[in-house]
T-cell receptor
Protein backbone atom coordinates (compact mmCIF):
# COMPACT_ATOMS: atom_id res chain seq x y z
CA UNK A 1 0.00 0.00 0.00
CA UNK A 2 1.21 3.47 -0.88
CA UNK A 3 2.38 5.36 2.16
CA UNK A 4 3.91 8.53 3.55
CA UNK A 5 6.13 8.10 6.58
CA UNK A 6 7.73 10.73 8.79
CA UNK A 7 10.58 10.70 11.25
CA UNK A 8 10.93 11.41 14.04
CA UNK A 9 7.36 11.14 15.28
CA UNK A 10 8.12 13.54 18.09
CA UNK A 11 11.04 15.72 19.03
CA UNK A 12 12.08 18.15 21.70
CA UNK A 13 14.58 20.77 20.57
CA UNK A 14 16.31 23.69 22.21
CA UNK A 15 15.95 27.26 21.03
CA UNK A 16 18.62 28.08 18.50
CA UNK A 17 19.33 24.48 17.65
CA UNK A 18 19.04 22.83 14.25
CA UNK A 19 16.14 20.47 13.56
CA UNK A 20 15.61 18.24 10.55
CA UNK A 21 12.29 16.54 9.91
CA UNK A 22 12.24 13.77 7.33
CA UNK A 23 9.55 12.46 5.04
CA UNK A 24 9.53 9.42 2.78
CA UNK A 25 6.84 8.40 0.30
CA UNK A 26 6.31 5.22 -1.66
CA UNK A 27 3.43 6.64 -3.73
CA UNK A 28 5.61 7.49 -6.73
CA UNK A 29 4.14 11.00 -6.56
CA UNK A 30 5.88 14.01 -8.02
CA UNK A 31 4.53 16.56 -5.53
CA UNK A 32 5.45 16.65 -1.86
CA UNK A 33 4.46 19.17 0.78
CA UNK A 34 5.22 20.28 4.32
CA UNK A 35 2.44 21.74 6.50
CA UNK A 36 2.29 22.83 10.09
CA UNK A 37 -0.71 22.69 12.37
CA UNK A 38 -1.23 24.90 15.38
CA UNK A 39 -4.08 24.84 17.85
CA UNK A 40 -6.90 26.98 16.54
CA UNK A 41 -5.46 27.10 13.01
CA UNK A 42 -5.91 24.96 9.98
CA UNK A 43 -2.88 23.29 8.43
CA UNK A 44 -0.70 25.83 6.64
CA UNK A 45 1.70 25.16 3.78
CA UNK A 46 5.39 25.80 4.47
CA UNK A 47 7.22 24.42 1.41
CA UNK A 48 6.47 22.12 -1.45
CA UNK A 49 8.34 20.41 -4.26
CA UNK A 50 7.34 18.99 -7.63
CA UNK A 51 10.65 17.48 -8.67
CA UNK A 52 13.86 16.26 -7.05
CA UNK A 53 16.49 18.91 -6.29
CA UNK A 54 13.91 21.70 -6.41
CA UNK A 55 11.74 23.25 -3.70
CA UNK A 56 9.23 26.08 -3.64
CA UNK A 57 8.01 28.39 -0.90
CA UNK A 58 4.51 27.96 0.43
CA UNK A 59 2.50 30.40 2.49
CA UNK A 60 4.65 30.52 5.65
CA UNK A 61 8.25 29.70 4.62
CA UNK A 62 10.10 32.09 6.96
CA UNK A 63 12.42 30.25 9.32
CA UNK A 64 12.27 27.01 7.32
CA UNK A 65 14.28 25.43 4.55
CA UNK A 66 13.39 22.35 2.53
CA UNK A 67 15.39 19.76 0.67
CA UNK A 68 14.24 17.20 -1.94
CA UNK A 69 17.23 14.95 -2.70
CA UNK A 70 15.10 12.33 -4.47
CA UNK A 71 11.52 11.78 -5.56
CA UNK A 72 10.86 9.73 -2.43
CA UNK A 73 12.40 12.00 0.20
CA UNK A 74 11.58 15.51 1.36
CA UNK A 75 13.08 17.16 4.44
CA UNK A 76 12.16 20.23 6.43
CA UNK A 77 15.03 22.05 8.12
CA UNK A 78 14.87 24.53 10.95
CA UNK A 79 18.35 26.07 11.09
CA UNK A 80 17.68 28.07 14.25
CA UNK A 81 14.65 26.65 16.03
CA UNK A 82 12.46 29.13 17.87
CA UNK A 83 9.65 28.80 20.41
CA UNK A 84 7.11 29.85 17.79
CA UNK A 85 7.96 26.78 15.72
CA UNK A 86 6.44 24.44 18.28
CA UNK A 87 3.72 22.70 16.30
CA UNK A 88 2.73 19.47 14.62
CA UNK A 89 4.27 19.06 11.18
CA UNK A 90 2.71 17.02 8.40
CA UNK A 91 4.22 15.85 5.17
CA UNK A 92 2.08 14.92 2.16
CA UNK A 93 2.46 13.68 -1.37
CA UNK A 94 0.06 14.01 -4.28
CA UNK A 95 -0.89 13.30 -7.80
CA UNK A 96 -4.21 15.14 -7.44
CA UNK A 97 -5.53 14.02 -4.06
CA UNK A 98 -3.07 14.56 -1.21
CA UNK A 99 -1.98 11.77 1.14
CA UNK A 100 -0.57 12.66 4.51
CA UNK A 101 1.99 11.20 6.84
CA UNK A 102 1.29 10.62 10.53
CA UNK A 103 2.80 13.92 11.66
CA UNK A 104 5.74 14.98 13.80
CA UNK A 105 5.11 16.74 17.09
CA UNK A 106 7.90 19.29 17.60
CA UNK A 107 8.39 21.09 20.90
CA UNK A 108 10.98 23.86 21.06
CA UNK A 109 12.07 24.80 24.57
CA UNK B 1 -6.71 35.96 1.32
CA UNK B 2 -7.99 32.56 0.55
CA UNK B 3 -10.13 31.16 3.32
CA UNK B 4 -12.06 28.07 4.24
CA UNK B 5 -14.85 28.34 6.79
CA UNK B 6 -16.31 25.26 8.44
CA UNK B 7 -19.50 24.94 10.41
CA UNK B 8 -20.50 24.02 12.95
CA UNK B 9 -17.36 24.36 15.06
CA UNK B 10 -18.51 21.44 17.17
CA UNK B 11 -21.33 18.93 17.09
CA UNK B 12 -22.63 16.41 19.59
CA UNK B 13 -24.75 13.52 18.36
CA UNK B 14 -26.40 10.46 19.77
CA UNK B 15 -25.19 7.27 18.18
CA UNK B 16 -27.24 6.52 15.09
CA UNK B 17 -28.03 10.15 14.25
CA UNK B 18 -26.89 11.73 11.01
CA UNK B 19 -24.44 14.64 10.72
CA UNK B 20 -24.13 17.37 8.14
CA UNK B 21 -20.87 19.32 8.09
CA UNK B 22 -20.55 22.46 6.00
CA UNK B 23 -17.61 24.05 4.22
CA UNK B 24 -17.52 27.43 2.47
CA UNK B 25 -14.50 28.67 0.60
CA UNK B 26 -13.45 32.02 -0.77
CA UNK B 27 -11.76 31.11 -4.05
CA UNK B 28 -12.47 29.00 -7.08
CA UNK B 29 -11.29 25.61 -5.94
CA UNK B 30 -10.33 22.74 -8.19
CA UNK B 31 -11.33 20.19 -5.57
CA UNK B 32 -12.65 19.84 -2.06
CA UNK B 33 -10.96 17.24 0.11
CA UNK B 34 -12.33 16.03 3.43
CA UNK B 35 -10.11 14.61 6.15
CA UNK B 36 -10.70 12.91 9.46
CA UNK B 37 -8.19 13.77 12.15
CA UNK B 38 -7.93 11.18 14.89
CA UNK B 39 -7.64 12.30 18.51
CA UNK B 40 -3.97 11.29 18.30
CA UNK B 41 -3.47 13.68 15.39
CA UNK B 42 -3.05 11.56 12.26
CA UNK B 43 -4.98 12.58 9.13
CA UNK B 44 -7.10 10.25 7.07
CA UNK B 45 -8.32 11.35 3.67
CA UNK B 46 -12.04 10.61 3.42
CA UNK B 47 -13.26 11.96 0.11
CA UNK B 48 -11.95 14.22 -2.60
CA UNK B 49 -14.06 15.55 -5.44
CA UNK B 50 -13.91 18.56 -7.72
CA UNK B 51 -17.69 18.87 -7.99
CA UNK B 52 -20.88 16.92 -7.60
CA UNK B 53 -21.53 14.11 -5.16
CA UNK B 54 -19.32 11.26 -4.09
CA UNK B 55 -20.06 8.39 -1.71
CA UNK B 56 -18.00 6.01 0.32
CA UNK B 57 -19.60 3.84 2.97
CA UNK B 58 -21.64 6.06 5.29
CA UNK B 59 -20.07 9.24 3.94
CA UNK B 60 -21.37 11.50 1.20
CA UNK B 61 -19.47 14.54 -0.03
CA UNK B 62 -21.23 17.18 -2.10
CA UNK B 63 -19.31 20.01 -3.72
CA UNK B 64 -20.92 22.96 -5.53
CA UNK B 65 -17.85 24.69 -6.88
CA UNK B 66 -19.65 27.62 -8.50
CA UNK B 67 -21.32 28.47 -5.21
CA UNK B 68 -18.06 27.88 -3.30
CA UNK B 69 -19.56 25.46 -0.84
CA UNK B 70 -19.44 21.83 0.08
CA UNK B 71 -20.78 19.44 2.67
CA UNK B 72 -20.00 16.11 4.25
CA UNK B 73 -22.91 13.93 5.33
CA UNK B 74 -22.31 11.16 7.83
CA UNK B 75 -25.16 8.72 8.16
CA UNK B 76 -25.91 6.52 11.16
CA UNK B 77 -23.09 7.96 13.24
CA UNK B 78 -20.99 5.67 15.43
CA UNK B 79 -18.96 6.38 18.53
CA UNK B 80 -15.80 5.70 16.55
CA UNK B 81 -16.69 8.60 14.21
CA UNK B 82 -15.74 11.01 17.00
CA UNK B 83 -12.89 13.30 16.09
CA UNK B 84 -12.16 16.36 14.02
CA UNK B 85 -13.27 16.69 10.41
CA UNK B 86 -11.23 19.00 8.22
CA UNK B 87 -12.27 20.51 4.92
CA UNK B 88 -9.60 21.69 2.48
CA UNK B 89 -9.94 23.40 -0.86
CA UNK B 90 -7.43 22.63 -3.60
CA UNK B 91 -5.83 25.19 -5.86
CA UNK B 92 -3.91 23.79 -8.80
CA UNK B 93 -0.18 24.21 -9.16
CA UNK B 94 0.17 22.19 -12.29
CA UNK B 95 -0.83 18.93 -13.89
CA UNK B 96 -0.58 16.85 -10.77
CA UNK B 97 -0.01 19.13 -7.84
CA UNK B 98 -2.27 21.31 -5.83
CA UNK B 99 -2.13 23.51 -2.78
CA UNK B 100 -4.61 22.81 -0.01
CA UNK B 101 -6.12 25.56 2.11
CA UNK B 102 -7.56 24.08 5.28
CA UNK B 103 -10.41 25.04 7.52
CA UNK B 104 -10.05 24.80 11.29
CA UNK B 105 -12.36 21.82 11.46
CA UNK B 106 -15.56 20.53 13.03
CA UNK B 107 -15.17 18.60 16.26
CA UNK B 108 -17.66 15.73 16.27
CA UNK B 109 -18.56 13.88 19.42
CA UNK B 110 -20.85 10.86 19.18
CA UNK B 111 -22.38 9.69 22.46
CA UNK B 112 -23.80 6.23 23.21
Amino acid sequence: EAAVTQSPRSKVAVTGGKVTLSCHQTNNHDYMYWYRQDTGHGLRLIHYSYVADSTEKGDIPDGYKASRPSQENFSLILELASLSQTAVYFCASSRGEQYFGPGTRLTVL
Amino acid sequence: GQQVQQSPASLVLQEGENAELQCNFSSTATRLQWFYQRPGGSLVSLLSNPSGTKHTGRLTSTTVTKERRGSLHISSSQITDSGTYLCAMGLNYGSSGNKLIFGIGTLLSVKP
